[in-house]
Protein backbone atom coordinates (compact mmCIF):
# COMPACT_ATOMS: atom_id res chain seq x y z
CA UNK A 1 0.00 0.00 0.00
CA UNK A 2 1.34 2.83 -0.95
CA UNK A 3 0.99 6.33 1.68
CA UNK A 4 1.98 10.08 1.22
CA UNK A 5 5.26 10.50 2.78
CA UNK A 6 3.53 12.49 5.63
CA UNK A 7 1.18 9.59 6.44
CA UNK A 8 3.85 7.74 7.13
CA UNK A 9 6.08 9.37 9.00
CA UNK A 10 2.94 9.71 11.06
CA UNK A 11 2.03 5.78 11.41
CA UNK A 12 5.87 4.91 12.08
CA UNK A 13 6.06 7.13 15.01
CA UNK A 14 2.62 6.24 16.05
CA UNK A 15 1.51 10.11 15.96
CA UNK A 16 -2.15 9.25 16.89
CA UNK A 17 -3.97 12.88 15.94
CA UNK A 18 -2.76 12.57 12.64
CA UNK A 19 -3.95 9.44 11.77
CA UNK A 20 -7.29 10.00 12.66
CA UNK A 21 -7.89 12.43 10.49
CA UNK A 22 -6.47 10.44 7.92
CA UNK A 23 -9.27 8.18 5.53
CA UNK A 24 -9.35 4.51 7.57
CA UNK A 25 -8.88 2.92 4.10
CA UNK A 26 -5.51 4.60 3.91
CA UNK A 27 -3.56 3.28 7.13
CA UNK A 28 -1.96 -0.33 7.38
CA UNK A 29 -2.84 -2.71 10.45
CA UNK A 30 -0.43 -2.13 13.07
CA UNK A 31 2.85 -4.59 12.87
CA UNK A 32 2.76 -7.15 15.46
CA UNK A 33 6.38 -7.95 15.56
CA UNK A 34 7.09 -3.96 15.97
CA UNK A 35 5.13 -4.64 19.35
CA UNK A 36 7.07 -7.58 20.20
CA UNK A 37 10.50 -5.72 19.53
CA UNK A 38 9.35 -2.30 21.07
CA UNK A 39 8.89 -4.41 24.48
CA UNK A 40 10.41 -3.10 27.31
CA UNK A 41 11.44 -5.97 29.71
CA UNK A 42 13.71 -4.27 32.91
CA UNK A 43 16.64 -6.02 34.57
CA UNK A 44 14.55 -6.61 37.68
CA UNK A 45 12.31 -8.61 35.83
CA UNK A 46 15.18 -10.71 34.49
CA UNK A 47 17.36 -10.84 37.23
CA UNK A 48 14.10 -12.10 39.12
CA UNK A 49 13.55 -14.75 36.91
CA UNK A 50 17.22 -15.74 36.52
CA UNK A 51 16.80 -16.24 40.30
CA UNK A 52 14.08 -18.41 41.02
CA UNK A 53 15.84 -20.80 38.39
CA UNK A 54 19.25 -20.54 39.94
CA UNK A 55 17.44 -21.86 43.10
CA UNK A 56 15.66 -24.39 41.55
CA UNK A 57 18.77 -25.70 39.94
CA UNK A 58 20.95 -25.07 43.46
CA UNK A 59 18.42 -27.46 45.14
CA UNK A 60 18.47 -29.96 42.62
CA UNK A 61 22.01 -30.34 42.08
CA UNK A 62 23.14 -29.45 46.04
CA UNK A 63 20.35 -29.55 48.50
CA UNK A 64 19.18 -33.06 47.49
CA UNK A 65 19.70 -35.33 50.90
CA UNK A 66 22.10 -38.28 50.38
CA UNK A 67 21.16 -41.33 48.72
CA UNK A 68 19.40 -42.40 45.89
CA UNK A 69 15.77 -42.99 43.98
CA UNK A 70 13.68 -45.07 44.83
CA UNK A 71 13.94 -48.30 42.59
CA UNK A 72 17.60 -47.40 41.58
CA UNK A 73 18.71 -50.83 43.10
CA UNK A 74 16.53 -52.81 40.81
CA UNK A 75 17.86 -51.09 37.51
CA UNK A 76 21.05 -51.62 38.94
CA UNK A 77 20.57 -55.06 39.40
CA UNK A 78 19.79 -55.34 35.38
CA UNK A 79 22.41 -53.08 34.32
CA UNK A 80 25.01 -55.49 36.53
CA UNK A 81 23.65 -58.95 35.19
CA UNK A 82 23.78 -57.80 31.15
CA UNK A 83 27.20 -56.22 31.65
CA UNK A 84 28.60 -59.36 33.37
CA UNK A 85 26.32 -61.39 31.01
CA UNK A 86 28.10 -59.14 28.18
CA UNK A 87 31.89 -59.43 29.45
CA UNK A 88 31.70 -63.21 29.61
CA UNK A 89 30.11 -63.77 26.08
CA UNK A 90 32.91 -61.68 24.84
CA UNK A 91 35.55 -62.32 26.57
CA UNK A 92 36.52 -64.97 23.61
CA UNK A 93 37.00 -61.92 21.16
CA UNK A 94 39.17 -59.88 19.41
CA UNK A 95 39.75 -56.57 21.77
CA UNK A 96 38.76 -54.50 18.85
CA UNK A 97 35.19 -55.92 18.57
CA UNK A 98 35.11 -56.25 22.21
CA UNK A 99 35.77 -52.28 21.77
CA UNK A 100 33.35 -51.93 19.36
CA UNK A 101 30.19 -53.41 21.13
CA UNK A 102 31.39 -50.90 23.87
CA UNK A 103 32.31 -54.40 25.95
CA UNK A 104 35.33 -54.20 29.08
CA UNK A 105 37.28 -57.05 30.31
CA UNK A 106 35.35 -59.35 33.20
CA UNK A 107 37.29 -58.41 35.64
CA UNK A 108 36.60 -54.21 34.80
CA UNK A 109 32.95 -55.15 34.59
CA UNK A 110 32.93 -57.26 38.15
CA UNK A 111 34.75 -53.89 39.67
CA UNK A 112 32.26 -51.67 38.66
CA UNK A 113 29.45 -54.09 39.71
CA UNK A 114 31.13 -54.25 43.21
CA UNK A 115 31.81 -50.20 43.22
CA UNK A 116 27.69 -49.81 42.59
CA UNK A 117 26.37 -52.27 44.97
CA UNK A 118 28.79 -50.82 47.44
CA UNK A 119 27.42 -47.41 46.87
CA UNK A 120 24.08 -48.53 47.42
CA UNK A 121 25.14 -50.39 50.61
CA UNK A 122 26.79 -47.31 51.65
CA UNK A 123 23.28 -45.60 51.52
CA UNK A 124 21.69 -48.37 53.05
CA UNK A 125 19.97 -49.07 49.50
CA UNK A 126 20.48 -52.75 49.27
CA UNK A 127 17.75 -54.92 49.56
CA UNK A 128 18.22 -59.03 49.95
CA UNK A 129 18.47 -60.21 46.45
CA UNK A 130 20.83 -57.18 46.40
CA UNK A 131 22.85 -58.58 49.09
CA UNK A 132 22.39 -62.11 47.66
CA UNK A 133 23.88 -61.19 44.14
CA UNK A 134 26.99 -58.47 46.10
CA UNK A 135 27.71 -61.87 47.92
CA UNK A 136 28.11 -63.79 44.76
CA UNK A 137 29.60 -61.22 42.22
CA UNK A 138 32.40 -60.41 45.60
CA UNK A 139 33.34 -64.65 46.09
CA UNK A 140 33.91 -64.70 41.93
CA UNK A 141 35.63 -61.35 41.97
CA UNK A 142 38.03 -62.39 44.96
CA UNK A 143 38.08 -65.86 44.45
CA UNK A 144 36.57 -66.79 47.20
CA UNK A 145 34.44 -70.18 48.63
CA UNK A 146 31.09 -68.97 46.92
CA UNK A 147 29.07 -70.91 49.99
CA UNK A 148 31.47 -69.13 52.47
CA UNK A 149 31.18 -65.88 51.35
CA UNK A 150 26.91 -66.22 50.79
CA UNK A 151 26.86 -67.73 54.26
CA UNK A 152 28.81 -65.21 56.10
CA UNK A 153 27.41 -61.91 54.16
CA UNK A 154 23.34 -63.58 54.07
CA UNK A 155 24.04 -64.53 57.87
CA UNK A 156 21.39 -66.96 57.54
CA UNK A 157 18.93 -65.08 55.16
CA UNK A 158 19.25 -67.05 51.57
CA UNK A 159 16.37 -66.18 49.27
CA UNK A 160 17.16 -68.37 46.12
CA UNK A 161 15.58 -71.61 46.24
CA UNK A 162 17.66 -74.24 44.51
CA UNK A 163 14.47 -75.37 42.07
CA UNK A 164 12.82 -72.23 41.73
CA UNK A 165 16.32 -70.48 40.50
CA UNK A 166 16.91 -73.59 38.33
CA UNK A 167 13.50 -72.81 36.52
CA UNK A 168 14.20 -69.29 36.43
CA UNK A 169 17.28 -69.61 34.10
CA UNK A 170 15.51 -72.08 31.99
CA UNK A 171 12.55 -69.39 31.45
CA UNK A 172 15.05 -66.41 30.40
CA UNK A 173 14.72 -65.04 33.67
CA UNK A 174 17.63 -65.62 35.60
CA UNK A 175 20.82 -63.57 36.17
CA UNK A 176 24.27 -63.68 35.84
CA UNK A 177 24.65 -64.57 39.87
CA UNK A 178 21.97 -67.00 39.26
CA UNK A 179 23.40 -69.21 36.92
CA UNK A 180 27.07 -68.83 39.30
CA UNK A 181 25.56 -70.21 42.08
CA UNK A 182 23.33 -72.78 40.74
CA UNK A 183 26.42 -74.45 39.05
CA UNK A 184 28.02 -74.46 42.63
CA UNK A 185 25.14 -76.04 44.02
CA UNK A 186 25.01 -78.72 41.11
CA UNK A 187 28.14 -80.04 41.97
CA UNK A 188 26.38 -81.51 45.37
CA UNK A 189 23.31 -82.35 43.76
CA UNK A 190 21.85 -83.61 40.31
CA UNK A 191 20.62 -80.91 38.08
CA UNK A 192 16.78 -80.12 38.73
CA UNK A 193 16.61 -78.86 34.67
CA UNK A 194 18.42 -78.22 31.84
CA UNK A 195 19.21 -74.48 32.37
CA UNK A 196 22.69 -74.57 30.90
CA UNK A 197 21.71 -74.10 27.16
CA UNK A 198 19.05 -71.62 27.32
CA UNK A 199 21.88 -69.61 29.46
CA UNK A 200 24.41 -69.70 26.74
CA UNK A 201 21.92 -69.11 23.88
CA UNK A 202 20.71 -65.70 26.26
CA UNK A 203 24.27 -64.67 26.28
CA UNK A 204 24.79 -64.85 22.73
CA UNK A 205 21.58 -63.55 21.84
CA UNK A 206 22.76 -60.35 23.95
CA UNK A 207 26.27 -60.59 22.60
CA UNK A 208 24.79 -60.34 19.18
CA UNK A 209 22.21 -57.25 20.32
CA UNK A 210 25.26 -55.44 21.54
CA UNK A 211 27.60 -55.68 18.10
CA UNK A 212 24.51 -54.97 16.44
CA UNK A 213 23.35 -52.12 18.46
CA UNK A 214 26.60 -50.40 18.53
CA UNK A 215 27.94 -51.20 14.92
CA UNK A 216 25.09 -49.00 13.22
CA UNK A 217 26.41 -46.04 15.19
CA UNK A 218 30.04 -46.63 14.33
CA UNK A 219 28.95 -46.91 10.64
CA UNK A 220 27.48 -43.38 10.68
CA UNK A 221 30.46 -42.26 12.38
CA UNK A 222 32.48 -43.93 9.83
CA UNK A 223 30.37 -42.12 6.93
CA UNK A 224 30.33 -39.37 8.48
CA UNK A 225 34.94 -39.41 8.51
CA UNK A 226 34.56 -38.58 4.53
CA UNK A 227 31.82 -35.29 4.98
CA UNK A 228 34.32 -33.89 7.93
CA UNK A 229 36.62 -31.44 5.91
CA UNK A 230 33.84 -29.87 4.35
CA UNK A 231 31.98 -29.53 7.69
CA UNK A 232 35.06 -27.88 9.19
CA UNK A 233 34.99 -25.62 6.01
CA UNK A 234 31.23 -24.96 7.10
CA UNK A 235 31.83 -24.76 11.03
CA UNK A 236 34.28 -21.55 9.97
CA UNK A 237 32.28 -19.95 7.84
CA UNK A 238 29.12 -20.19 10.15
CA UNK A 239 31.76 -18.57 13.01
CA UNK A 240 31.60 -15.16 11.05
CA UNK A 241 27.60 -15.42 10.40
CA UNK A 242 25.87 -12.75 11.00
CA UNK A 243 21.80 -12.40 12.26
CA UNK A 244 19.57 -11.39 9.89
CA UNK A 245 15.66 -10.37 9.60
CA UNK A 246 13.18 -10.67 12.36
CA UNK A 247 15.71 -13.04 14.17
CA UNK A 248 18.75 -10.97 14.25
CA UNK A 249 16.50 -8.12 15.30
CA UNK A 250 15.58 -10.07 19.05
CA UNK A 251 17.14 -7.82 21.59
CA UNK A 252 18.98 -9.57 24.49
CA UNK A 253 16.06 -9.21 27.34
CA UNK A 254 12.92 -10.14 24.64
CA UNK A 255 14.99 -13.31 24.23
CA UNK A 256 16.38 -13.78 28.25
CA UNK A 257 12.65 -13.15 29.45
CA UNK A 258 11.17 -15.69 26.58
CA UNK A 259 13.67 -18.60 27.40
CA UNK A 260 13.28 -18.15 31.44
CA UNK A 261 9.20 -18.17 31.42
CA UNK A 262 9.17 -21.43 29.22
CA UNK A 263 11.79 -22.95 31.16
CA UNK A 264 10.17 -22.15 34.82
CA UNK A 265 6.86 -22.97 33.35
CA UNK A 266 8.07 -26.49 32.26
CA UNK A 267 9.71 -26.93 35.44
CA UNK A 268 6.48 -26.55 36.71
CA UNK A 269 3.92 -28.33 34.77
CA UNK A 270 6.59 -31.74 34.91
CA UNK A 271 6.88 -31.31 38.93
CA UNK A 272 2.75 -31.27 38.98
CA UNK A 273 2.86 -34.06 36.55
CA UNK A 274 5.25 -36.15 38.32
CA UNK A 275 3.42 -36.03 41.69
CA UNK A 276 -0.09 -36.63 39.74
CA UNK A 277 1.44 -39.75 37.86
CA UNK A 278 3.33 -40.79 41.25
CA UNK A 279 -0.94 -40.32 43.14
CA UNK A 280 -1.81 -42.96 39.76
CA UNK A 281 0.11 -46.09 40.35
CA UNK A 282 -2.47 -47.79 37.27
CA UNK A 283 -2.10 -45.38 34.96
CA UNK A 284 -1.55 -46.43 31.37
CA UNK A 285 1.80 -46.50 29.73
CA UNK A 286 0.31 -44.37 26.22
CA UNK A 287 -1.70 -41.64 29.03
CA UNK A 288 2.32 -41.75 30.75
CA UNK A 289 3.87 -41.16 26.78
CA UNK A 290 1.24 -38.41 26.29
CA UNK A 291 1.77 -36.30 29.09
CA UNK A 292 5.23 -36.65 28.97
CA UNK A 293 4.68 -35.29 25.55
CA UNK A 294 3.22 -32.41 26.79
CA UNK A 295 6.08 -31.80 28.67
CA UNK A 296 8.36 -31.84 26.42
CA UNK A 297 6.84 -29.50 24.10
CA UNK A 298 5.34 -26.88 26.40
CA UNK A 299 8.57 -24.83 26.63
CA UNK A 300 8.66 -24.49 22.86
CA UNK A 301 5.38 -23.48 22.34
CA UNK A 302 5.37 -20.82 24.74
CA UNK A 303 8.24 -19.68 23.39
CA UNK A 304 6.92 -19.59 20.04
CA UNK A 305 3.64 -18.35 20.93
CA UNK A 306 5.50 -15.12 22.63
CA UNK A 307 7.71 -14.67 19.46
CA UNK A 308 5.40 -14.86 16.22
CA UNK A 309 2.12 -15.00 15.37
CA UNK A 310 1.88 -17.52 12.47
CA UNK A 311 3.45 -20.75 12.11
CA UNK A 312 4.71 -20.08 8.88
CA UNK A 313 6.64 -17.28 10.26
CA UNK A 314 8.65 -19.53 13.03
CA UNK A 315 9.48 -21.67 10.54
CA UNK A 316 10.68 -19.22 7.97
CA UNK A 317 12.32 -17.55 10.55
CA UNK A 318 14.22 -19.85 12.48
CA UNK A 319 15.23 -21.43 9.30
CA UNK A 320 12.93 -24.43 9.52
CA UNK A 321 12.28 -24.41 5.68
CA UNK A 322 16.18 -24.46 4.91
CA UNK A 323 17.83 -27.41 3.69
CA UNK A 324 18.78 -30.06 6.19
CA UNK A 325 22.32 -30.74 4.99
CA UNK A 326 22.58 -33.98 5.66
CA UNK A 327 26.59 -33.97 4.72
CA UNK A 328 26.99 -31.41 7.61
CA UNK A 329 24.97 -33.47 9.57
CA UNK A 330 27.34 -36.72 9.52
CA UNK A 331 30.28 -35.02 9.51
CA UNK A 332 29.40 -33.28 12.89
CA UNK A 333 27.97 -36.46 14.43
CA UNK A 334 31.08 -37.95 13.44
CA UNK A 335 33.58 -35.31 14.95
CA UNK A 336 30.73 -35.57 18.29
CA UNK A 337 31.65 -39.40 18.49
CA UNK A 338 35.51 -38.67 18.39
CA UNK A 339 34.99 -35.90 20.49
CA UNK A 340 33.39 -38.48 23.31
CA UNK A 341 35.81 -40.89 22.93
CA UNK A 342 38.88 -38.19 23.71
CA UNK A 343 36.61 -37.11 26.63
CA UNK A 344 36.06 -40.74 27.86
CA UNK A 345 39.49 -41.59 27.81
CA UNK A 346 40.60 -38.60 29.46
CA UNK A 347 38.31 -38.55 32.78
CA UNK A 348 36.51 -41.68 32.47
CA UNK A 349 33.02 -42.60 30.92
CA UNK A 350 29.44 -42.83 32.75
CA UNK A 351 28.70 -41.64 36.30
CA UNK A 352 30.36 -44.67 38.31
CA UNK A 353 28.66 -42.65 41.14
CA UNK A 354 25.16 -43.93 39.62
CA UNK A 355 24.59 -47.58 40.34
CA UNK A 356 22.08 -47.60 37.39
CA UNK A 357 24.40 -46.10 35.14
CA UNK A 358 21.89 -43.46 34.21
CA UNK A 359 19.17 -45.93 33.02
CA UNK A 360 15.39 -45.42 33.80
CA UNK A 361 13.13 -48.13 34.57
CA UNK A 362 10.50 -46.88 32.49
CA UNK A 363 12.46 -47.53 29.56
CA UNK A 364 11.57 -51.63 29.99
CA UNK A 365 10.00 -53.07 27.95
CA UNK A 366 8.15 -52.65 24.71
CA UNK A 367 5.72 -49.51 25.90
CA UNK A 368 9.26 -48.42 27.43
CA UNK A 369 10.95 -48.53 23.75
CA UNK A 370 7.97 -46.81 22.26
CA UNK A 371 8.38 -44.15 25.34
CA UNK A 372 11.89 -44.02 24.44
CA UNK A 373 11.50 -43.35 20.73
CA UNK A 374 8.74 -40.63 21.68
CA UNK A 375 10.24 -38.58 24.03
CA UNK A 376 14.20 -38.62 23.80
CA UNK A 377 13.76 -39.39 19.90
CA UNK A 378 11.69 -37.35 18.72
CA UNK A 379 9.86 -34.77 20.79
CA UNK A 380 13.37 -34.27 22.90
CA UNK A 381 15.35 -33.01 19.69
CA UNK A 382 12.17 -31.00 18.46
CA UNK A 383 11.52 -29.14 21.42
CA UNK A 384 15.00 -28.37 23.14
CA UNK A 385 16.00 -27.06 19.48
CA UNK A 386 13.35 -24.81 18.86
CA UNK A 387 14.30 -23.07 22.79
CA UNK A 388 17.72 -23.53 23.05
CA UNK A 389 18.94 -23.08 19.34
CA UNK A 390 16.16 -21.32 18.02
CA UNK A 391 15.42 -18.50 20.95
CA UNK A 392 18.38 -18.72 23.67
CA UNK A 393 21.44 -19.05 21.66
CA UNK A 394 20.10 -16.51 18.28
CA UNK A 395 19.34 -14.02 20.86
CA UNK A 396 22.50 -14.48 22.48
CA UNK A 397 24.23 -14.54 19.23
CA UNK A 398 22.64 -11.03 18.27
CA UNK A 399 24.39 -9.54 21.38
CA UNK A 400 27.54 -11.22 22.11
CA UNK A 401 28.91 -12.69 19.09
CA UNK A 402 28.67 -16.72 17.61
CA UNK A 403 31.70 -17.95 19.54
CA UNK A 404 30.34 -16.72 23.09
CA UNK A 405 26.75 -17.11 22.30
CA UNK A 406 27.39 -20.85 21.41
CA UNK A 407 29.44 -21.21 24.49
CA UNK A 408 26.73 -19.76 26.93
CA UNK A 409 23.60 -21.32 25.75
CA UNK A 410 25.68 -24.81 25.60
CA UNK A 411 26.37 -23.99 29.51
CA UNK A 412 23.00 -23.42 30.53
CA UNK A 413 21.69 -26.39 28.15
CA UNK A 414 24.48 -29.06 29.74
CA UNK A 415 23.36 -27.63 33.14
CA UNK A 416 19.55 -27.97 32.34
CA UNK A 417 20.05 -31.55 31.67
CA UNK A 418 21.08 -32.79 34.81
CA UNK A 419 23.96 -34.69 34.36
CA UNK A 420 27.94 -34.82 36.47
CA UNK A 421 31.12 -35.15 35.70
CA UNK A 422 31.42 -36.80 31.87
CA UNK A 423 27.53 -36.69 31.33
CA UNK A 424 27.56 -32.70 32.10
CA UNK A 425 30.68 -32.03 29.94
CA UNK A 426 29.61 -34.33 27.02
CA UNK A 427 26.10 -32.63 26.55
CA UNK A 428 27.66 -29.06 26.88
CA UNK A 429 30.23 -30.17 23.62
CA UNK A 430 27.02 -31.43 21.48
CA UNK A 431 25.38 -28.32 22.64
CA UNK A 432 27.70 -26.36 21.59
CA UNK A 433 28.04 -28.24 18.53
CA UNK A 434 24.57 -28.08 17.41
CA UNK A 435 24.90 -24.05 17.62
CA UNK A 436 27.56 -23.77 15.37
CA UNK A 437 25.68 -25.75 13.09
CA UNK A 438 22.95 -23.78 13.51
CA UNK A 439 24.78 -20.77 12.03
CA UNK A 440 26.89 -23.09 9.07
CA UNK A 441 23.76 -24.36 7.85
CA UNK A 442 21.11 -21.49 8.82
CA UNK A 443 19.12 -24.42 9.33
CA UNK A 444 17.24 -25.59 12.50
CA UNK A 445 16.33 -28.55 10.83
CA UNK A 446 19.84 -29.79 10.55
CA UNK A 447 20.21 -29.06 14.33
CA UNK A 448 17.16 -31.20 15.15
CA UNK A 449 18.39 -33.92 12.70
CA UNK A 450 22.27 -34.04 14.21
CA UNK A 451 20.02 -34.47 18.15
CA UNK A 452 17.94 -37.28 16.47
CA UNK A 453 21.46 -39.49 15.19
CA UNK A 454 22.82 -38.31 18.88
CA UNK A 455 19.85 -39.54 21.11
CA UNK A 456 19.17 -42.76 18.87
CA UNK A 457 22.66 -43.30 19.38
CA UNK A 458 22.35 -43.94 22.68
CA UNK A 459 18.83 -44.61 23.60
CA UNK A 460 18.63 -47.32 21.05
CA UNK A 461 21.52 -49.68 21.60
CA UNK A 462 20.93 -48.93 25.58
CA UNK A 463 17.35 -50.23 25.07
CA UNK A 464 18.69 -53.30 22.94
CA UNK A 465 21.43 -53.95 25.52
CA UNK A 466 19.45 -53.76 28.82
CA UNK A 467 16.25 -53.59 28.23
CA UNK A 468 15.00 -55.62 25.47
CA UNK A 469 13.95 -59.08 26.90
CA UNK A 470 15.94 -61.86 26.18
CA UNK A 471 14.56 -65.57 24.95
Not at 244 to 264: C, D, E, M, S
Not at 353 to 368: K, M, Q, T, V, Y
Not at 448 to 461: E, M, Q, T, W
Request: proline share 6%; aromatic share 10%.
Amino acid sequence: MNLSPCLQIAWESGDSAFIETARPSLIPPPNPYRVILRRDYPEPLIALLAFILGIWLWDHYFGKTAGYEPGTEEIALVKIDRDLRLADAMAGDPAWLRWLAGVDEPAAIRNDGMRAWENLAAYGSMSLPGLEAYAILKAEHEGLPLRKTLAETMQGQMISDFVETSEQLASHRGTWWHARWITTMEQDMPPYCQWREIYQRDCQQLRIRAIFARSWVWLLGLVGLAFIPRTLADLKRGLHARPRGYGGAWPLPLGLVIFLVATLAWIGFAMTLELGIGALPGLHPLAGILLDAAARMLPALIALGLLFRRPSHAVRVLGLDRPLAPKTVLGVFSLLLLADLLLRAAIGGGDSADPGGGLSAGEAGIWGLVFAVVSACLLAPLSEELLYRGVLFRSLWNRLGVLPAAILSSAVFAVLHFYDGYGLLSVGIFGFSCALLYTATGSLGACIALHFLYNSSIKLPEWLIYHGALG
